[in-house]
T-cell receptor
Framework: EAAVTQSPRNKVTVTGGNVTLSCRQTNSHNYMYWYRQDTGHGLRLIHYSYGAGNLQIGDVPDGYKATRTTQEDFFLLLELASPSQTSLYFC??????????FGSGTRLLVI | QQKVQQSPESLSVPEGGMASLNCTSS?????YFWWYRQHSGEGPKALM?????GDKKEGRFTAHLNKASLHVSLHIRDSQPSDSALYFC????????????FGLGTTLQVQP
């Protein structure tokens, strides 16, 4: 079964801290995405990628960097974390012709 | 402005009842729609897609699309407590799911 695994499941960091969220998919999908989910805002696309080395800017990219190192691995980087980045983060993968497969999420708290 | 709008924000139906969820796009470029369901503590999971005008039925779930009005609905018959979840409508410009835009969601509560 297709799988998207995110780590860590929960993360607490201080304002100004450095955070990396990891995502690995075993679906052999070309597309991978990072979303954040906030009450009142739904799911918002941060960055996405069409393949290893490719990066596309999403709808809410400010304060985030991303890197797709392999077809399987997609990372989201917060280099100077702020309280406004406290959120639930989801990674997803897709082959482009079918539905997304989402991970279980990473809950990030910036204090 | 939210390009994909969902209503109602929340909905409560009795077990065995019919739940009806609505979604409208304000962008005529969005012609392809999906429904996702998210249970508490989990990631969203795809329920069904609909690309053509009319109805599409999958088990207890029926989606209806009217492209002229950019309106899509999801109807759940014989609702079960396990259907209690957050339901998202998502849309894209092409059938390729390269970039989906999600609505804010409808919270469905099915009362036993």
């Amino acid at each position: 079964e297709a799988a998207v695994t995110q780590s860590p499941r929960n993360k607490v960091t201080v304002t100004g801290g450095n955070v990396t969220l990891s995502c690995r998919q075993t679906n052999s999908h070309n597309y991978m995405y990072w979303y954040r989910q906030d009450t009142g805002h739904g799911l918002r696309l941060i960055h996405y990628s069409y393949g290893a080395g490719n990066l596309q800017i999403g709808d809410v990219p400010d304060g985030y960097k991303a890197t797709r190192t392999t077809q399987e691995d997609f990372f989201l980087l917060l280099e100077l974390a702020s309280p406004s980045q406290t959120s639930l983060y989801f990674c997803a993968s897709s082959d482009g012709d079918s539905d997304y497969t989402f991970g279980s999420g990473t809950r990030l708290l910036v204090i | 402005q939210q390009k994909v709008q969902q209503s109602p924000e929340s909905l409560s139906v009795p077990e065995g009842g019919m739940a009806s969820l609505n979604c409208t796009s304000s962008d005529r470029n969005f012609q392809y729609f999906w429904w996702y369901r998210q249970h508490s503590g989990e990631g969203p999971k795809a329920l069904m897609s609909i690309f053509s005008d009319g109805d599409k039925k999958e088990g207890r779930f029926t989606a209806h699309l009217n492209k002229a009005s950019l309106h899509v609905s999801l109807h759940i018959r014989d609702s079960q407590p396990s259907d209690s979840a957050l339901y998202f409508c998502a849309a894209s410009i092409t059938g390729n799911t390269g970039k989906l835009i999600f609505g804010l969601g409808t919270t469905l509560q099915v009362q036993p």
